[in-house]
């Protein structure tokens, strides 16, 4: 059984954007364009924010997790900066180090244990 009023009520949903109402409302708005931009771009802002957060924390908490320094068995410094230690070791930083290298020492097996220096 169909009722007058449901009918009607699904045919006006149907209708998602009215340009017409749109006009109306924006007579109201205009007095308050620049505070409504503002508030739009910022919370804009406040979105992006909070969507790098999570990254931001992941980034901290590697960057103190993950030791940075690495011991290098090798004649010589592999890099300039190296911290000599005794008998041919050296500690570099492990970012520092090109990609080429460190896969060259990780395959002589030059590399040693990572080192975190307080």
Known sequence: MRHGRSYLE???????FDARLL?????????????????????GGITVIEIALPYITKTAIDSVLTLPWVEVMAEKPPLP???????GHYLVRYS?????????LERKGELGERYLLV
């Open 81 to 87: 900066g190296a911290i000599p230690l005794q008998g």
């Open 23 to 43: 006009r109306r409302l924006s007579r109201y708005l205009r007095p308050y364009i620049w505070p409504f931009v503002l508030a739009f771009l910022l919370s």
């Open 10 to 16: 699904e045919e006006q949903l149907g209708k998602a």
């Open 96 to 104: 520092l180090l090109p990609r080429a290298l460190r896969e060259a």
